[in-house]
């Protein structure tokens, strides 16, 4: 016990010196939050598009109006050839083309398919969706309109849809990217940040030589992991802290859920990362080494944890390797506790995978770490 | 029972053999010097003795604990300064020897006056809560010995306390060591200051990762065959050549400051009149050469 406060004071007083380090790492979630909450937004609105009318008539009027009032396009250039089209569409200025037929509303009038050409550009896969999807239901929602108009002129009596599907979008009724983002750009910060500065850890005291010193004392492997991993606990803690803060002040992030229990899969989460980059540290000989490897862990946290895509869309073999990072998990928890209000009862498999992943990595640790030099 | 004992004790780094089979025995109480050229082994084997670098093969025990299956249990009981600093540089004076203290679990009762008494004996009163980054040289080297010894460990291993530091702080640095000894704690300090080594009761050569010689420095010294002739001459290789042109009958001979040192039997003494040389008792020096060299016949022959 002893040695074990010792180890602690001696990196807590380290901790307090260098100011710099403890400084980013509070300020770093701020900067992230704010950074993804406001940046990314995943439903891609306000498209530029160039139109080239060549039928000039209320329906293709009618039709553009429909485009512009969905948000999704903003009609900024109207072009007078399908050339200027092309080149606007070529150099960047607009990412979506609409160009109507000379004989547009004579087709329509006449009960013929008035076609319009919507051209995409799909470099950027999400915003040509994006834009797919509403040309598309607003080209049948536009055409629904003026069959039922026909029909009920021709019947004389109302006529309704034979489908009519409702949707509740539950938890993010209103689709806030916010809400969304922020469980996961914190549940990011606190994995890379813990994972960085374990993974540092020994090996840094390896490149000091003062590692040397520390293998002559009595000390036992075990005290020196807790030791190295107990202090940045409340590190950590401070980060969750501040990201909440943060999500919760500056995008009214709910926590339908209790705080209490959020904390405590939090301080789990924490743990994992850290037993982590413990285990990093061991295996690593040099400071360069356990930074790449802190990044080896890191990339696949972003892409396949579901921080940033869906882990349902994956195929079977990424989706498996997201089973082996703590990150995946601790997003279902904190995405169950803040946006849907549920609690062990529903959280336990996520839990448990947390706590063995600890269990495993600090025991590794522990019989990895010998006290020898070579 | 010795403070030290090894048998046959190696080292291989790949190819590269640090430490060749090296028995050696030291006695409890004493200090013994381990004097060899730079990667010569010195380091090696005292990390080998601390438990912190495993033997390729021989064995070895300190205060009867085996090397290889006993190394905590020697942990507890000696202490280390390692040829690099390594306390912490972020951490102050004091901060460094609390931590130690800790490390070697000193019960509160007795750790304040403890560091305390190595402040003190570093001559770094006043200076507690300095950074340990911003002492230089001698400074650090008495605080990394102080942090060693705060457990009172009856074995100390000193790995080149003294490379790098001014006299001063050299000639402070063995006043703390004899001190040390005098309280009875077992002491073994690698050097290559010949001048140091002649403060040890006890010395061991090492070379090329073989120890070649072992004893105290006076009975080294009477094993040197013949007598030694020191000649001062401005131009000592030109003296060299001259000897060997004349083929005068010597034992060795060796260029050594300003002048040669020439082993020879008493015999054979009248052949250097005319160089007007001065007979001398050998040094460690002397005694360092003769033994390489014969290592160095051996290994030919």
Redesign the interface.
């Known amino acids: 016990m002893i040695r074990l406060r010792a180890l602690l004071v001696k990196e807590f007083i380290q901790m307090r010196r260098d100011r710099l380090t403890f400084a980013m790492m509070v300020v770093l979630p701020v900067i992230q939050l704010l950074l993804f909450g406001f940046a990314i937004n995943t439903d891609v609105k306000h498209l530029p598009t160039v139109v080239f009318d060549q039928s000039l008539s209320p329906e293709s009027r009618d039709l553009l109006d429909s485009f512009s009032a969905s948000g999704y396009f903003d009609i900024n250039y109207i072009a007078g050839s399908f050339k200027e089209v092309n080149a606007r569409i070529d150099n960047g200025e607009a990412k979506v083309g609409v160009v109507f037929p000379p004989d547009f509303a004579e087709h329509v009038r006449s009960g013929r398919s008035g076609s319009v050409q919507v051209i995409v550009d799909a470099t950027d896969s999400m915003a040509a969706s994006s834009a797919i999807s509403t040309a598309m239901t607003i080209g049948q929602l536009r055409s629904q309109n003026i069959m039922i108009k026909r029909l009920e002129a021709v019947t004389g009596r109302v006529t309704a849809l034979p489908y009519d599907i409702r949707i509740r979008p539950w938890y993010n009724p209103d689709f806030v990217t916010a809400f969304y983002m922020v469980p996961g750009i914190m549940g990011m910060v606190l994995t890379s940040t813990m994972v960085m500065i374990t993974s540092m850890a020994i090996v840094r005291e390896r490149e000091h030589g003062t590692l040397e010193q520390l293998i002559v004392t009595p000390m036992k492997s075990y005290e020196l992991m807790l030791g190295k991993i107990i202090p940045y606990i409340f590190v950590g803690l401070v980060q969750a802290t501040v990201a909440m803060l943060v999500g919760i002040l500056v995008f009214d992030l709910p926590i339908r859920g209790n705080l209490i229990e959020l904390f405590l899969y939090t301080i789990l989460f924490i743990v994992a990362s850290l037993a982590l980059g413990i285990l990093i540290s061991n295996v690593s000989q040099t400071q360069m080494q356990a930074m790449q490897l802190s990044f080896f862990i890191f990339m696949p946290s972003v892409l396949l944890s579901g921080f940033m895509f869906p882990r349902e869309a994956m195929p079977e073999f990424f989706f498996q390797i997201g089973r082996f990072l703590p990150l995946t998990f601790y997003l279902q928890i904190m995405r169950g506790i803040v946006l849907k209000g549920v609690g062990i009862a529903a959280l336990w498999p996520q839990v448990g995978a947390l706590l063995a992943y600890t269990s495993i990595a600090v025991t590794i640790s522990i019989l990895k770490f010998r006290k020898k030099l070579a | 029972m010795w403070a030290v004992e090894t048998e046959e004790l190696t080292r291989t780094?790949g190819d590269f053999i640090a430490v060749d089979h090296v028995s050696l025995k030291i006695r409890q109480g004493g200090i013994y010097g381990f004097l060899g050229p730079n990667g010569s082994g010195k380091s090696t084997t005292i990390?080998m003795l601390?438990?912190?670098?495993?033997p390729s093969a021989g064995s070895g025990r300190v205060m009867g604990f085996d090397i290889a299956r006993q190394?905590?249990q020697i942990?507890?009981n000696?202490g280390?300064m390692?040829q690099?600093?390594?306390?912490?540089?972020?951490?102050s004076v004091r901060?460094n020897l609390?931590?130690?203290?800790?490390?070697?679990?000193?019960p509160a009762a007795v750790k304040k006056s403890r560091i305390d008494e190595m402040i003190h004996m570093a001559g770094l009163i006043g200076r507690e809560d300095e950074l340990t980054a911003n002492l230089s040289g001698g400074w650090k080297q008495r605080l990394?010995l102080g942090?060693?010894i705060l457990h009172r460990p009856t074995i100390l291993f000193l790995d080149e306390p003294t490379g790098g530091v001014d006299p001063k702080s050299r000639r402070l640095f063995w006043d703390i060591i004899y001190d040390l000894s005098a309280a009875g704690t077992t002491v073994m300090v690698t050097t290559h200051f010949m001048d140091e080594a002649e403060h040890c009761d006890e010395i061991g050569f090492i070379f090329e990762g073989k120890l070649i010689a072992s004893d105290s420095p006076s009975r080294l010294k009477q094993t040197i065959p013949g007598r030694l002739l020191r000649i001062d001459n401005p131009d000592p290789m030109e003296l060299m050549a001259e000897l060997e042109r004349r083929q005068l009958p010597l034992l060795d001979a060796y260029v050594h400051g300003a002048g040669v040192h020439v082993r020879l039997r008493e015999t054979d003494a009248a052949a250097y009149e005319s160089y007007g040389g001065q007979w001398i008792q050998p040094s460690l020096e002397d005694v360092f050469v003769h033994y390489v060299k014969e290592k160095r016949r051996e290994v030919a022959a």
Do not use: N, P, T, V
């Open positions: 780094f990390r601390c438990g912190i670098l495993e190394s905590e942990k507890a000696i280390y390692s690099k600093f390594s306390l912490y540089d972020d951490l901060e609390e931590f130690y203290a800790g490390m070697y679990s000193l990394a942090s060693s």
